[in-house]
């Protein structure tokens, strides 16, 4: 095999494993759960406080800010593949729909397109 067919096969491969624990939520187990936290008692983890709460937020603007910029950079091919993954975590015939991973795929195209408006902009010299 040469060595373009065998990168092109580890890709593939890569590509589906990724997309595959999008089906257990990366490794979750019965009812979302993780599976190292399945056997524990609910009280096990206090709840989040205000101030960690604001935290996340803040956490997770600045993490969608990367991304946006990351794919704004990203090649043809790149945002494709995520435009994919949106297309793959979304409702398919025969599964029941779950809010929170439809809310996931449509605020994962709304990245690539919020990135799409950065690629346009030119910079200031």
């Known amino acids: ?11 593939v491969q ?13 490794g979750a187990g019965p009812g979302g759960i993780p599976r190292e936290l399945s ?3 609910p ?23 990367l991304m946006i910029m990351l794919l704004a950079e990203a090649s043809d091919k790149q945002r494709e593949l995520a435009r994919q993954m949106a ?14 991973t439809i809310q996931a795929a ?7 397109e919020r990135a799409a408006h950065y690629r346009t902009v030119v910079p200031p010299e």
Not at 46 to 51: K, R, S
Not at 87 to 100: E, W
Not at 106 to 112: F, P, V
Request: glycine residues 4%; aromatic residues 6%.
């Open 14 to 26: 890569q590509q589906l494993e990724a997309l595959s624990r999008w089906e257990n939520e990366g």
């Open 39 to 41: 056997g524990l008692d």
């Open 87 to 100: 297309a793959y975590i979304s409702p398919r015939p025969g599964f029941t729909p779950h809010p929170l």
């Open 43 to 65: 009280s096990y983890m206090p709840p989040l406080t205000n101030a960690e709460l604001v935290l996340l937020r803040v956490r997770v603007i600045a993490l969608e800010n």
């Open 106 to 112: 449509a605020l994962m195209k709304n990245l690539i």
């Open 1 to 11: 095999m040469s060595d373009e067919r065998q990168e092109t096969s580890t890709a």
